[in-house]
């Protein structure tokens, strides 16, 4: 696959990482037909505007998610209306802390104008952060890059939350070693779009 432009920038090692991270473009659920009735209990509580429901269904997605893989959790945050600021609205963030703990946050109204966020939007960034969760926990990444592999991840974990008619997936192995995050410092990964 083609690289973006700031592999060039990055130490060796990191681009190995790159590289590996680019080579992975599926993580397939097992269990997918509970998946896919977490995502539309998440469908409704958008649809409600409730923000503390639309957390608790988002939490409880991700939870199935990272149990079905045999991957630690993480944590989700839904707040109100996105940041804002020269590069766009901060749509979600991830943060990994030195001792192994991580969260996501995500934001379900629009910056401009206070609006809920599509279904499809909102969760396409909820299962970005996640992405970026499994590169560490499922992957056994050392770090965690926007790579073409990336994003046919994040793409593989809309479509088979949203397609009604895909065939349940087998279940991805985990890499024989992950590195413990722990050693790691902290790290935060937010997706902006202008």
């Known amino acids: 696959m083609p690289r973006f432009s700031y592999y060039r920038s990055l130490p060796r090692a990191a681009q190995r990482t790159y590289d590996k991270s680019d080579k992975i473009t599926l993580v397939a659920l097992p269990r997918l037909a509970l998946h896919r009735e977490r995502a539309e209990t998440l469908r409704a509580a958008l649809a409600s505007e409730a ?4 957390e608790s269904s988002a939490q409880a997605l991700v939870t199935g998610i990272t149990r079905s893989l045999g991957v630690r959790n993480v944590k989700v945050r839904v707040l109100a209306k ?6 766009g609205e901060l749509h979600g963030l991830y943060t990994l802390e030195t001792d192994g703990r991580a969260h996501i946050e995500v934001w379900m109204r629009t910056a401009e104008h206070e609006r809920v966020v599509a279904f499809r939007t909102f969760l396409r960034t909820l299962l970005h952060e996640v992405c970026h969760h499994l590169d560490f926990t499922l992957f056994g990444l050392s770090d965690t890059f926007h790579t073409e592999g990336f994003f046919r991840r994040e793409s593989s974990l809309v479509k088979q ?8 997936a087998a279940a ?4 024989p070693s992950p ?9 935060q990964l937010s997706l902006f779009e202008n």
């Open 179 to 187: 590195r413990k995050a722990s050693r790691r410092r902290a790290q």
């Open 161 to 168: 939350l949203t397609a009604r008619d895909a065939p349940e």
């Open 172 to 175: 991805v192995a985990p890499s």
């Open 51 to 54: 923000r503390k429901d639309v």
């Open 82 to 87: 996105r940041p804002k600021n020269r590069e």
